[in-house]
């Protein structure tokens, strides 16, 4: 096994993991895990950080020959799609369906099936694609880890675990994504249902409010380190993401977001916690300044806004600590975010922080940038205040 760059063991809400940069990390082995098979299944947990468009990940390859086959990946828009690519002889198929996106920063299960003649695609168990294709069996080689075996296109993320199976697997046989969450619902006070992933038993309570191109999954890491430092964490998807839904689900910049964050607010408060704040990014920031106020006076302890504002509540009523985090060039369609984010912030009553950072990332992609720990220092830090 060769080793280039730096590529780290590092723990994380699924277990112990190899993190590559996307610059220039790697790992080469000189073997080809599926060389003789005719038919397999080829799977990996892994999670995807953002990075360049094109990142070709995982890569066997026959010695002296041009077959192959390819785990890549496509980041667009902040999201990303699966290509599962099998080279055999004149025979070439890429698995993908470009309409299938995905949030970055959530943990994955991907896998290639083949069965002799047909090749299929999946993402947590869901078919993305398929095809038939002549693939014959494929003689010894090499694979390569984070990056396209000639060193182009290099991966920016974590994987946690790869297997080789010499058969075709039915979805219900994959390997699972599991982490220290437990599935939760509850009724939100218009009639809507909200889905979440629940971390932790301790006294004190966290409400994850995701961004518009984010869900629940998408909060694994920063809810794992809360529920580590004592925190019992409530991660939810809002109304229209996932299996929640609730009245104007539609339109989740028109629907009442802020009543599927004081659910969640009560649910852990039901549960046992004895305070509760909100973590809220982007869209799901609205909905908890939004909550924030609509809340009786106690009921929400402390909010941090990350790179949002309220909806449509005046800031001026307000209640418990707030943190406010920009990155200083965030910018939106109509222009930067810092004007009229400052301008909520100096409205909003004491006690207050205002954090600024550098660069442009916005809310929970400042998770993907080398701005990550520092973001997650501050909001421990605000949120275990006295």
Known sequence: MTV?????????????????????????????????????????????????????????????????????????????????YLHSGEHQKALIDQTKVHPILAWYHVAAVYDGREARSFVNGVQQREAEIQFDPQGPGRSSVGVRIN???YFKGAIRAARFTRRALAPDQFMKVTGPWKPVSFPTQDGGVIHGDLYGTGRRGVVLAHGGRFDKASWAEQANALMKAGFRVLAIDLRGYGRSRGPGDADTFTAPLHLDVLAAVRYLRKAGAQTVSVVGASLGGGAAGD????????????????AASLSSRPPEKLKGRTLFILARDDVSGSGPRLP???????????????LLLDGDAHAQYLFATDQSARVMREILRFLSAP
């Open 4 to 84: 280039e760059g730096n590529p780290k063991v590092v723990d994380t809400a699924v277990g112990k993991a190899i993190e590559f940069d996307g610059v220039d990390d790697a790992i080469f082995v000189e073997a080809h895990p599926l060389a003789g098979a005719k038919s397999f299944t080829w799977e990996a947990i892994f999670r995807p950080d953002g990075g360049q468009q094109e990142q070709r990940w995982f890569h066997l390859q026959e010695s002296g020959t041009e077959n192959r086959l390819l785990f890549e990946l496509r980041v667009i828009n902040g999201k990303w799609y699966f290509d599962a």
């Open 291 to 306: 909550a924030a106020v609509e809340a009786a006076p106690g009921e929400i302890d402390r909010v941090v806004f990350l």
């Open 151 to 153: 060193r182009v296109n």
């Open 340 to 354: 009229g984010i400052r301008a909520q912030y100096e409205k909003a009553p004491d006690p207050k922080e205002f």
